[in-house]
């Protein structure tokens, strides 16, 4: 019996059980209907004995990795090395002008919101020369990721007239979920992270919290080299940032091998982004009439738009028993997510990349593709 059978079973052991099992006691020649003394006597005893039930029902469930949740979860973690990854937070490329639209002067420290109702707030890191700067966001998680535009003073500085964000640096991503964190663990069970292999180098890139996925390629290029291809939290191409602050934890570019970042002495790493691979999509569609094709086209992108986001976050999945990486655009997925969309009863001729057939990313040391949706066409 799974730990979770056995809480189904418990389960059913709650108050209507323990008063119906107690007033099967009571002789016959006692009033034992509902209102009765006996009855009430025993109610307040049958709620308590299924009070406990649902603690000892929860301790189960939380004492096994499989199914415990939240601290209880930490704790299993604990016991293998291994901790709850947290929010980051996002890092942003700021631009400033004066009124004269020249480089303004901002300083370390200051701080910026952007607009509307609930705004994020930045702090300046760093000041480049160029008139730009990094700014941190002050909220942890995946909020900020996706905003780019004006931002306002909160420092007052009558130097800066137009502040705007131009580039997500370095995306931020959510608290690991319990799934997640329940995978990682379960997996260090069936393979030790030890002296830089697959696992260990799991790890290194689990600890930095920047990056979303990784495909690790050892001896790519001879024996002690290994390449990392990283997406960012987004499952999207890392900008350079990332990937300088990336090797510069892995493996520093000036001290290759020495030992001087998390890879083990005589590791020389290459950390780099994917080739994005545009995939085009063709698909004629048929309506039930309560809509019209020039209506859902917008729809249509974003469902297949949202299936390549899930073929993305697949990227850093490793076949065990073939010891690579498996991505593919499979053209039954693209139908079954513009059928999903209501009003769209059929979806034929559909084409990807300008054929009819499953597409497979080339994963290898060599090349590391990422499909990024190009072209929709929609024809009725």
């Not at 307040?44 to 499989?66: H, K």
């Not at 001290?255 to 995939?279: C, F, N, Q, S, W």
Request: net charge negative; proline share 4%; with cysteine.
């Amino acid at each position: 019996m799974t730990p979770q059978e056995m809480a189904d079973q418990l389960a059913k052991l709650d108050y209507d059980y323990w008063r119906n099992k107690a007033l099967e006691k009571v002789p016959d020649n006692i009033d034992s209907r509902e209102g009765s003394i006996i009855f009430d006597a025993l109610a307040p005893s049958a709620y308590s004995f299924a009070e406990v039930i649902l603690y000892i029902r929860q301790w189960i469930l939380d004492g096994y990795t499989q199914t415990a949740t939240d601290q209880y979860l930490d704790y299993r973690g604990q016991e293998r090395g291994l901790t709850r990854i947290a929010a980051s937070k996002a890092v942003v490329t700021g631009r400033f002008l004066d009124r004269d639209g020249k480089s303004a002067t901002v300083e370390v420290g200051d701080r910026f919101a952007s607009i509307g109702s609930s705004p994020y707030f930045y702090g300046v890191s760093k000041v480049n020369d160029d008139g730009t700067g990094q700014l941190i966001c002050e909220t942890a998680g995946d909020g900020p990721n996706h905003y780019v535009g004006q931002i306002l003073p909160i420092t007052p500085n009558d130097d800066v007239a137009d502040a705007q964000i131009i580039e997500i640096s370095v995306p931020a991503r959510n608290v690991e979920t319990d799934d997640e964190f329940r995978k990682r663990i379960l997996a260090n069970y069936s393979v030790n992270a030890y002296g830089g292999n697959v696992a260990d180098y799991q790890d290194m890139i689990a600890q930095l919290h920047t990056v979303g996925a990784v495909q690790i390629y050892p001896t790519w290029n001879g024996g002690g080299t290994v390449k990392l291809v990283i997406l960012d939290n987004d499952y999207s191409t890392p900008s350079d940032k990332l990937i300088h602050d990336v090797q510069a934890a892995i493996d520093p570019q000036d001290m290759p091998g020495d030992g001087y970042g998390l890879a083990p002495i005589g590791h020389t790493v290459t950390v780099i982004g994917p080739t994005e691979r545009k995939i085009d999509v063709v698909v004629t569609v048929q309506t039930d009439g309560s809509v019209q094709v020039v209506e859902v086209k917008a729809k249509i992108h974003d469902a297949i738009e949202a299936y390549f986001d899930s073929v993305r976050r697949t990227w850093g999945n490793m076949d065990i028993s073939h010891r690579s990486y498996t991505l593919r655009i499979l053209r039954a997925q693209i139908i079954a997510a513009v059928l999903r969309i209501p009003g769209i009863i059929n979806a034929t001729d559909l084409t990807i990349a300008g054929g009819d057939v499953d597409i497979k990313m080339t994963s290898t040391g060599v090349l590391s593709e990422l499909p990024v949706l190009g072209e929709v066409t929609v024809n009725d």
